[in-house]
């Protein structure tokens, strides 16, 4: 049996993008935020149309739509303190909308949706 965590850094498979995570907290009544850059490596293909009509909020179905396969953790927002991860690949951002950590696999699977990034 294929043991899918190893394909996930083959380079014949994955290829190199990158997280940018954001992390904020409150300090004396001032919400700041800390912005980290994380290169990663994975298998990243175009989402199924299938998967986008599972989660996907019924006005956030249309759009560039890409899944992620990684040994990186990719974080999901809580719409709270943690902020959903961005990927940045070939050129292009996705914010993730949601995102699954296969423990017993050794990867995670996330779902993003691409955007427009403002200077």
């Known amino acids: 049996m294929i043991e899918i ?4 850094e083959d380079p014949d498979f994955a290829q190199g993008f990158t997280i940018r995570r954001q992390t ?3 300090t004396e009544g001032d919400f700041s935020t800390v912005d980290t850059v994380i290169p990663a490596v994975g ?3 175009p989402a199924s149309s299938q998967d986008v009509l599972t989660f996907a909020p ?3 179905r249309q759009g560039n739509w890409i899944t992620i396969y990684c040994k990186q953790e990719i ?3 809580d719409g709270q303190d943690i902020f959903s991860d961005v990927i940045v690949w070939q ?3 996705f914010r993730v909308a949601q995102a699954k950590h296969w423990e ?3 990867y995670y699977r996330a779902w993003a949706r691409g955007f427009a990034k403002k200077e």
Do not use: P
Not at 5 to 8: C, E, G, I, V
């Open 24 to 26: 904020g907290s409150f």
């Open 58 to 60: 019924e006005g956030e």
């Open 43 to 45: 298998v990243i293909q």
């Open 75 to 77: 974080r999901q927002g």
């Open 5 to 8: 965590s190893d394909l996930l």
């Open 104 to 106: 017993t696999q050794g």
């Open 91 to 93: 050129g292009s951002y």
